[in-house]
């Protein structure tokens, strides 16, 4: 059973018949028995019929042509390219989403690099930071060759003596004559 | 709209930390004491097919070199601090020195010399991934060439 407050703060919904049939089965019950409450109905129905006689009264003097007409016009105008672009930059870069944007990059960029640590090579990055870099080298008079195999990640340092008509530039040519 | 405001102020707040975390990552690489060294000496030769299975992690990188036989002879791990001198003892006299030089970008830069008594083989200066290894060959030995494995990781 609700109780008169209830029902008072109810009436204006259950007027506009958006209560539910359960509630407003249960405030037509109350207001039979409760003449505070069908007082409170009375009172709500005679202000709803006050407004919409104003209201129909002054909306006849208004003269929405011209408004309606604006809006049309605003509508079919054709803007500048500069005011588009400040019309969609202008939500695009307002200060919460900038703020938003700043630490979704920072964390993008240091996933993108904590990335090539744990996959090294897979930002294309391979010959660059996968592979073992010589940067000087001296055989003291002995004949060197660079072997390198990206797949295996393997650098090879073969050091062998000079034999002549021998091919200087390949690993193969140091297996037969690894000897010093 | 309060909400918003205070979101935005929590998620420059955590973009701030992360900067800090960022730079804090770069002092721990560069607070790095030294590595620690690892020279595997292994013998290859054509003598017969066997491989020892204590070389099975090097597998794919051996089989580049195209012998039949592979044995490890040797291991050995020193830890070295930086710009220190590391020797390993390499057979028939010969003496393999390491100095790490420098760690950056998780890349470490060693100078490498091959002696065989007070003779220099070999001098080289090369920057290798942290973690990684490369091969020196060459020297002969009981029929074969010996392989030195030469890897590092920072501590």
Known sequence: MMDCEAIKRSLGTWLDGALGPLEAEAIERHLEVCPLCLGERTRLERL????????????????????????RQRIEEKRSRHVRLSDWATP???????????????????????LEGFFPGWFGGQSRSNLTAVESIDAHGLNVALFRQSKTKTLVIWLFQHQEGEDESSGESGQGQPSF | MNLLENLARASLLFSLWLLVLTADLGAAERGQTGVQLKIDTILASNQNDDFDPRLSGMKNQLAELKYRSYRLLKEETQKVPWQANATFDIPRGRVLGVVPQEYRNDRVSLKVRLLEGDKPLLDTTLTIRNRRNFLLAGPAHEGGVLILSISVTTQ
């Not at chain 1, 009264?57 to 604006?70: C, H, L, V």
């Not at chain 1, 307002?94 to 993108?112: D, E, N």
């Open chain 1, 48 to 71: 709803e019929a006050s407004l919409k006689s104003v209201l129909e009264e002054r909306a006849s003097g208004i003269a929405f042509e011209p408004f309606w007409g604006g809006v």
């Open chain 1, 92 to 114: 695009v870069f307002s200060p919460q989403r900038l703020a938003w944007a700043i630490p979704l990059i920072i964390v993008f960029l240091i996933g993108l690099f904590s």
